[in-house]
C-alpha cells in the first residue's frame, strides 16, 4: 500500500523495501540517531539490556526462517547457538585463535549440525519434528557438557573463558571528546565496554535483518513459503521439498553460529547454562508475539518480550516492599508467568502479531479518511 500520489513506474520500485523519500529520510535519521545518541547517552544497565536483545535478534531471525517461513517447527535452537560459541570458545581458549578467524567456524559448524539434526525433516513434520528438535537441544547441550570424555576440550561443567575480541588496529588508544559523568569513555584495540559492544552487536544485527529481509524475496524464500503453506502443492510444482527444508535449517543454524560467536564473547565465557532449553521455547513465543514470518515481527517481538522481562524483574522487589506478606518466590516466578501469559493472550487475541497490527495501523492512516 502506498502514501496517496505515489505510483510505481518499473518493476524495481515496486520490489523496493524503502520506496518514498520521506522513507528513505526516515530510515537514515534513525540510524543516525540510533548509532549515536543510544550508546553515548543510556546507562551501562541499559546498554547491557539493548546487547542482550540485540544477540537475541539475530539468533530469532534464522528460527524465523525456519518456523516462519518454512514451516519446520524447531524447539531445540539454543542448542545450535551453544554450538557456535563452543566452537569459538575451543578455538580461542586452546589454539589462541582470534576472535574474527573463528566467526566463520562458528557460523559453519553450527550450519553443518543443523544440516544433520534437519534430516528428520525429510519423513516427520509437525509434532513428530518438534520432538526430534528437542531431542537436538538435550543431545547437544548434553554432549557439551561432557566433552572432555569425547577427547573434545569443552571445559565440561566449569565452562571456558574466552579473551575479548580485538580490532586490527595494534594497541592505539583513542580517547573520545566527550565525557559521561567525571570518566572519560575510552576507545582502544580491545571490545571489552558495553558501548563497544554496542556497535559490533548492532552491525551484525543489520547484517542479518537485511540479509533476512531479502531471503524472503528471492527463489528460495519463495520456495519456503510455497512449502510452509501447502508441501504437496509445492513438491507438484517441482519444489524438491528435502533439498529446501534442509536449506532452511542450514541457513537458520548459520544465524544461530552468528548469535553463539557474538556471545560467548560478550560474556567472555562459555557455560551450557547459557543455552537452556527455556531459551529454545521463548524464542518461539517471541516469533508468536512478533509475528511469524515477519522480519520486523522477530524485531518487535524480541524487543517487547525482553524489555517485558526487564520490566518485571524491576518492578517486581518495588512490589515486595510494598506488599511484605507476597512471597519472594512468587516474585521470582512473576516474570516468567507475566511472559506466558502475555504469549497465550497474542496466541488467542492476536495470532498474527505486532507486525500485523502495525501493518493494519500505518493502512488506516495511509488510506484516511476512506480508512473503512
Given amino acids: 500500500m502506498q502514501p496517496a500520489g505515489t505510483f510505481n513506474m518499473a518493476y524495481r520500485q515496486d520490489m523496493a523495501i524503502i520506496r518514498t523519500r520521506f522513507q528513505w529520510v526516515a530510515f537514515i535519521g534513525f540510524l ?3 548509532f549515536t545518541v543510544i550508546p553515548l547517552g543510556v546507562s551501562e544497565g541499559m546498554l547491557s539490556l539493548i546487547n542482550t536483545i540485540g544477540i537475541v535478534i539475530i539468533a530469532v531471525l534464522g528460527l524465523n526462517i525456519l518456523i516462519g517461513y518454512c514451516g519446520q517447527i524447531s524447539i531445540g535452537h539454543a542448542a545450535f547457538v551453544a ?14 585463535w582470534s576472535a574474527w578467524a573463528t566467526l566463520p567456524f ?13 534430516l528428520p525433516a525429510l519423513r516427520v513434520k509437525g509434532f513428530y519434528l518438534a520432538m526430534t528438535t528437542l531431542a537436538a537441544q538435550v543431545m547437544i547441550i548434553w554432549f557439551i557438557a561432557h566433552g572432555e570424555h569425547f577427547g573434545i576440550p569443552t571445559g565440561g561443567s566449569y565452562g571456558l573463558s574466552v579473551a575479548r575480541p580485538t580490532l586490527p588496529i595494534g594497541n592505539m588508544v583513542i580517547t573520545l571528546p566527550w565525557q559521561v559523568g567525571d570518566t572519560y569513555r575510552v576507545f582502544d584495540s580491545v571490545i571489552n565496554k558495553e558501548w563497544e559492544f554496542f556497535y559490533l552487536i548492532m ?8 540479509l ?3 531471503l524472503s524475496r528471492t527463489r528460495i524464500g519463495r520456495a519456503f513459503i510455497a512449502i510452509r503453506d501447502n508441501d504437496l502443492a509445492a513438491e507438484v510444482l517441482g519444489i524438491n521439498l528435502g533439498y529446501y527444508k534442509l536449506l532452511a535449517f542450514f541457513i537458520a543454524c548459520a544465524f544461530a553460529g552468528l548469535a553463539g560467536w557474538l556471545n560467548v564473547y560478550y560474556f567472555a565465557s562459555a557455560f551450557t547454562e547459557h543455552y537452556p532449553l527455556m531459551n529454545s521455547i521463548w524464542w518461539v513465543g517471541i516469533l508468536i508475539v512478533g509475528g511469524l514470518g515477519s522480519t520486523m515481527g522477530a524485531i518487535y517481538g524480541a524487543v517487547f518480550i525482553l524489555l517485558l522481562d526487564y520490566g518485571a524483574a524491576v518492578l517486581a522487589p518495588m512490589i515486595g516492599n510494598v ?9 521470582a516466578a512473576s516474570t516468567v508467568i507475566l511472559k506466558g501469559l502475555v504469549i497465550a493472550l497474542f496466541i488467542v487475541f492476536e495470532p498474527r502479531g505486532i507486525n500485523h497490527r502495525w501493518e493494519i495501523i500505518k493502512s488506516y492512516y495511509r488510506l484516511m479518511p476512506f480508512s473503512y
Fill in 323 to 331: 506488599f511484605p506478606a507476597v512471597g519472594n518466590q512468587i516474585l
Fill in 212 to 214: 533476512a529481509k531479502n
Fill in 203 to 210: 552491525v551484525f544485527v543489520v547484517i542479518a535483518v537485511f
Fill in 32 to 34: 543516525v540517531f540510533f
Fill in 106 to 118: 562458528s557460523i559453519l559448524v553450527a550450519s553443518l549440525i543443523g544440516l544433520i539434526f534437519g
Fill in 83 to 96: 554450538v557456535g560459541a563452543y566452537t569459538a570458545g575451543i578455538l580461542t581458549h586452546h589454539f589462541g
